[in-house]
Nanobody, 120 residues
């Protein structure tokens, strides 16, 4: 019911910056309050939450990226952003956008993932 399209990944040197974008769309007008977040999964590791933002704008950020990554959203564009600065090689992963919302029951949608590679 909610589709997500991510963009902005790529290859960057350590210390550099990238901004990820995730555009949400839905054909169902009754879906309005969508909490969104960014997760990442490195090879051989479990998917982990990087940062989340509620429909009201409250945010939470993983300790590993606090002070370097910032999540924000533009409700007019139904888009969430992840500004990543001072990137480290250990930030290398596939980054996934997530949306949690209510439609009869609590549901969750995932984007296709975008690769972020940080070279040392």
């Amino acid at each position: 019911q909610v589709q997500l399209v991510e963009s902005g990944g790529g290859l960057v040197q350590a210390g550099g910056s990238l901004r990820l974008s995730c555009a949400a769309s839905s054909s169902i007008s009754s879906i309005t309050d969508i909490d969104m977040g960014w997760y990442r999964q490195a090879p051989g590791k479990q998917r982990e939450l990087v940062a989340g933002i509620t429909s009201g704008g409250s945010t939470n950020t993983a300790d590993s990226v606090k002070g370097r990554f910032t999540i924000s959203r533009d409700n007019a564009k139904n888009t969430v952003y992840l500004q990543m600065s001072t990137l480290k090689p250990e930030d290398t992963a596939v980054y996934y956008c997530n949306a949690d919302y209510w439609y009869g029951t609590k549901r969750s949608s995932w984007g296709q993932g975008t690769q972020v590679t940080v070279s040392s």
